[in-house]
């Protein structure tokens, strides 16, 4: 009575179900690193954007500058400015000491001394503006009388470990000296 029938025994399904089993372990374990894999990469770009941006924004003073002056042991950078005349353009011959700019690293209080992993501007007026976040080191250091050389060290925390750029502008002439 058994025997016309057709169908799958035991040992059967049990195989086929094994092959699955693999098949779907293999298939989650490509996406969970292809997620961790997108995960690192992105954060190690974000890092890497955050230093370019915080860079660009040091150096657009600089350049600029009619001189600059390291403080704190080449961890803060005061950026002096040539006097603007009345028709707006620049007096290159007189500075203009009462708008001052200053790059250091500080907590989110933006307090100079303090430390911390923010990037600000700060005027000497008190006026003090945040520039980026996960900025763990700023290096100034003179090139030349007329150049500067900035090196700064962003990080971004990532599942895979933490990543980290070290950008460096060699040299930023001086346009106002």
Known sequence: MLKGRTGYTLIE??????????????????I???????????????TDTDAVLAMQAIVNDVREAKNVN????????????????DEGYYDRHEPDMANQIDYYLSDSTGVPGHSGDWLWRGKN???????????VALEFEQDTSRSVKITITARNEAVSGPKETRLTQRVVYLRNY
Not at 13 to 30: T, Y
Not at 71 to 84: E, I
Not at 125 to 135: E, T, W
């Open 13 to 30: 399904a049990m195989l086929v179900l094994g092959i699955m089993g693999f098949i779907g372990a293999g298939a989650l374990a490509l």
């Open 32 to 46: 969970v690193a292809s997620f961790t894999c997108f995960e690192g990469a992105s954060t190690e770009s974000f």
């Open 70 to 85: 390291i403080l704190a042991n080449g961890t803060r950078l005061r950026v002096v400015f040539p006097k603007v005349t």
């Open 125 to 135: 007026n008190g006026n003090r503006k945040p520039i980026k976040k996960g900025i």
